[in-house]
């Protein structure tokens, strides 16, 4: 399989996501002053988080983008991926990682973009 760039073995997040029959797994990332980053990895599975309070950076397949409370994302599977803290404000978020083959269907690997989407409250 061809990607991007090519992935380093010691990034890979060793991480169980999830069972056999129910291959999803939720997380709470909480970032702050003591403890700002989440380092660069990656794995086989899909997340979709969403922003729950303040700001961060996540890198992304190399491209930066700056994330708020009430934002969605989207990130592909084998996609190298971090997040920094954005300011002095304490961060959080619900990320789901999942095997794509939860969705069903026959999902190509090349057909999932990163994805960044913000909710207007008003």
Not at 22 to 31: A, R, S
Not at 68 to 80: R, S
Not at 92 to 111: A, D, I, Q
Request: net charge negative; with cysteine.
């Amino acid at each position: 399989m061809n990607v991007p760039h090519s992935l380093i073995l010691e990034q890979k997040e060793n991480a169980k996501h999830g069972e056999v029959f129910f291959p999803i797994q939720k997380y709470i990332t909480k970032l702050n002053l003591n403890s700002p980053v989440i380092m660069t990895h990656w794995h086989e599975e899909a997340e979709l988080t969403l922003i729950t309070k303040g700001s961060c950076i996540y890198q992304i397949d190399l491209v930066e983008y700056e994330v708020n409370e009430g934002d969605l994302l989207f990130i592909p599977p084998l996609l190298l991926h971090s997040i920094r803290l954005n300011g002095t404000d304490n961060f959080c978020s619900e990320t789901y990682v999942f095997h794509v083959n939860f969705l069903g269907g026959k999902c190509n690997r090349y057909m999932l973009h990163p994805l960044s989407y913000t909710y207007d409250k008003s």
